[in-house]
DNA sequence: TCGAATTCGTTCATGTTTGAATAATACAAA
DNA sequence: TTTGTATTATTCAAACATGAACGAATTCGA
């Protein structure tokens, strides 16, 4: 009989809630640290989906990239395009599709962006060792199955 | 030498993203659940502060007790209001200060909220055993500081 | 006691995220 | 081909979140 037998939910909901929690608070570090390179986190996010494609990708593939509904991705590209770090190019293969392709300079605000993320990296695990980090990663992968 | 030393914030950093995605994805899972009840998280969070404080709390306090700023209160206690299971009182001791106030209907809705999470609770930790919720739970508390 | 600084909640403008509805295109089956 | 079903990106309304500016009330120091 311990916390947990007694009271299942109680424990796993304030686990779940602590999760949330840092999340958000890490989300918004990373923010702040973009911040200097008018990103957020979310955009830099798909810049590095288009990195790692190494080739344009097209709307619905970026939702999957960054988790969100299409919708989200058409403002977010909205913004991307305005602010030129990005353009779109239609799809040959495909007239409804619309391919999101990196300019040189989307790439360069991309590197920036990583390099202003480190020292808030390192600081968010500063208390925490390298095991500490493989663990959380394992922890954290038994969590995100429907 | 290993991959972390070799490429300290790439890993570090997907991790990070790992973090806000999970909790991203488990916020959005309590919200289903909470949907039935015409509730989120965020709101069922501010009746769950309410009730463990046992007397109403003034719109500043709650505004620390979910994280956000009181601009945010404000609109959520609106709603909350407007749906009846919350109401404003004055503050005998402050009057610039608004007390808000669990109403019985408010009390029925928190804890219909936390019954409708138990289910998705458990289905996310399915994979997790007890250890590890509690090691989840240590690792976490090693990253909130500033 | 008087005045300055602080704290309280609200309003407003702005930005993010979602889901439903829509038009255009693709594709599969008859 | 033609018909019906999928899928594509977009628009729109709504919920959620932030920060700046504001009026009202409190508090602290001279």
Do not use: Y
Not at 17 to 45: M, P, Q, Y
Not at 50 to 58: E, F, G, I, Q, Y
Request: hydrophobic share 40%.
């Amino acid at each position: 009989m311990n916390e947990f037998d007694e009271c299942p939910t109680e424990g796993a909901l304030g686990l779940l809630t602590l999760l949330i929690k840092t999340g958000r608070l890490a989300e918004s570090r990373l923010d702040e640290a973009l911040a200097s390179e008018n990103l957020t986190f979310v955009k830099w996010r798909t810049l590095e989906a288009l990195v790692k494609a190494n080739s344009p990708v097209c709307l619905g593939e970026l939702a999957k990239s960054i988790n969100c509904v299409k919708s989200n991705v058409t403002q977010l590209a909205d913004k991307l395009q305005a602010e030129g770090i990005v353009k779109r190019v239609a799809d040959p293969n495909d007239r409804r599709s619309i391919l999101i392709e990196l300019t040189g300079q989307g790439s360069r605000v991309h590197q920036a962006g990583l390099k202003a993320m480190e020292t808030t990296t390192r600081k968010l695990f500063s208390s925490s060792t390298e095991p500490d980090r493989i663990a959380l990663r394992d922890l954290l992968g038994k969590l995100d199955g429907r």
